[in-house]
T-cell receptor, first 116, second 114 residues
Framework: AQTVTQSQPEMSVQEAETVTLSCTYD???????LFWYKQPPSRQMILVIR??????QNATENRFSVNFQKAAKSFSLKISDSQLGDAAMYFC?????????????FGQGTRLTINP | DAGITQSPRHKVTETGTPVTLRCHQT?????MYWYRQDPGHGLRLIHY???????DKGEVSDGYSVSRSKTEDFLLTLESATSSQTSVYFC?????????????FGEGSRLTVL
């Protein structure tokens, strides 16, 4: 079974600094997707960034980028120029490619605090 | 924003009582999911549906049942609630395709079982 592990329950960073959240996963599949979701205090789940395993280039969305290491099964999220609005719980998630139901497997989450 | 409505948003009930949570979508998406969120566990899949009357189990399905009689509605039922089912429940939807895309989530339903 696929598993996703986030080993950092909590992280904090100074406003305007850079922070990296870690995620590792375990799978025997060769083709899959990885995601980072953000959950602010409102509880709404918001997709931050998505990476397709067959693409070697790391995904980037504005201040958010990933470091995808397929051989190491590692998928970290880097947030540059941290802002107060980035404070949230962040979840790493995995989904196998194949069409149909997209049954995401989530990590435990990392709570990110932004210090002004 | 994806048109997903969960009801009720908050519920307190007693052990042994039945509880039904409702998820309603206006997107006409084929796939619907129920997840539960607990500290230290992230989100875990309870059940999902791939069409009207077509459902399947997820990772933590024991103690839960689901029904989907219309494309837009997906019900999660706890036949006899237990304290271990105290959680935040999220409904999600997806159109389904050959590539994995984004799941769109509802705002969650907080259930407390006393």
């Amino acid at each position: 079974a696929q598993t996703v592990t986030q080993s950092q329950p909590e992280m904090s960073v100074q406003e305007a600094e850079t922070v990296t959240l870690s995620c590792t996963y375990d799978t025997s599949e060769s083709d899959y997707y990885l995601f980072w979701y953000k959950q602010p205090p409102s509880r709404q789940m918001i997709l931050v960034i998505r990476q397709e395993a067959y693409k070697q280039q790391n995904a980037t969305e504005n201040r958010f980028s990933v470091n995808f290491q397929k051989a190491a099964k590692s998928f970290s999220l880097k947030i540059s120029d941290s802002q107060l609005g980035d404070a949230a719980m962040y979840f790493c998630a995995y989904a196998v490619v194949g069409g149909g139901a997209q049954k995401l497997v989530f990590g435990q989450g990392t709570r990110l605090t932004i210090n002004p | 924003d994806a048109g997903i409505t969960q009801s009720p948003r908050h519920k307190v009930t007693e052990t042994g009582t039945p509880v039904t949570l409702r998820c309603h979508q206006t997107e006409n998406h084929r796939y619907m999911y129920w997840y539960r969120q607990d500290p230290g566990h992230g989100l875990r899949l309870i059940h999902y549906s791939y069409g009207v009357k077509d459902t399947d189990k997820g990772e933590v399905s024991d103690g839960y049942s689901v029904s989907r009689s219309k494309t837009e509605d997906f019900l999660l039922t706890l036949e006899s609630a237990t304290s271990s089912q105290t959680s935040v429940y999220f409904c999600a939807i997806s159109p389904g395709s050959v590539v994995a895309g984004e799941l769109f989530f509802g705002e969650g339903s907080r259930l407390t079982v006393l």
